[in-house]
């Protein structure tokens, strides 16, 4: 079992819906979590990071920790055509440490 | 500010054959990582140099091998091709060691027949 699971998808939206994307993880010592988006022949594109629980908004990206439930979240508020994509959680236990990915959920906005 | 640059985007290798791959990190950053991403296992890390230094490890035969010059740009190599290297390679910089702001290349797409 890898130690951050992701839903493949894909997952389809309308342009404007709201998304969310998930990640559970088993090592407890995970601290930093991040969210790249990859598009098609691209390498993945750093989106956001958080360190320890919480919240953290930018723009239309929000991204959750809940480190008592393992799980972490990323938001897209009004959703467009060219947040299509594949969606990639990472994290690691500190700053010296590889990151680990999930396997990354597809994502269609459809007009 | 250039981004992460990595040479070539595509490669063609028959099995057995060695093949290097190179990366150039963003000005002024130290770390380089490498990982290898498939459809069945998602991306693996691979390892991380910093300061000419191999610093983490990941779990890959030792037939992958890099290594890192002066100007931090670093190549990695991948001897005795098998089909199962057949994948996206892709290199990471960032300024200090580990990943917390990592700055991904367009990768090298190499495919081994």
């Known amino acids: 079992q890898k130690e951050v699971e992701q839903d493949p998808g894909p997952l389809s939206v309308p342009e404007g819906a709201i998304v969310s994307l998930n990640c559970t993880y088993s090592n407890s010592a995970f601290q930093y979590f991040m969210w790249y988006r990859q598009y098609s022949r691209k390498g993945p594109e750093l989106l956001m990071y958080t360190y320890s629980s919480g919240n953290k908004e930018d723009g239309r990206f929000t991204a959750q920790v809940d480190k008592s439930s393992k799980y972490i979240s990323l938001f897209i508020r009004d959703s467009q055509p060219s947040d299509s994509a594949t969606y990639l959680c990472?994290?690691?236990?500190?700053?010296?440490?590889?990151?680990?990915f999930g396997k990354g959920t597809s994502l269609l906005v459809t007009p | 500010k250039a981004g992460v640059t990595q040479t070539p985007r595509y490669l063609i290798k028959t099995r057995g054959q060695q093949v290097t791959l190179s990366c150039s990190p963003i000005?002024?950053?130290?770390?380089v990582s490498w990982y290898q991403q498939t459809p069945g296992q998602g991306l693996q890390f691979l390892f991380e140099y910093f300061s000419e230094t191999q610093r983490n490890k990941g779990n890959f035969p030792g037939r992958f091998s890099g290594r890192q010059f002066s100007n931090s740009r670093s190549e990695m190599n991948v001897s005795t091709l098998e089909l199962g290297d057949s994948a996206l390679y892709l290199c990471?910089?960032?300024?200090?060691?580990?990943?917390?702001?990592?700055?991904f290349g367009q990768g090298t797409r190499l495919t081994v027949v």
């Open positions: 000005s002024g950053h130290r770390s």
């Open positions: 990472a994290m690691i236990p500190n700053s010296g440490y590889a990151l680990n």
């Open positions: 990471a910089s960032s300024l200090a060691l580990g990943g917390t702001e990592a700055f």
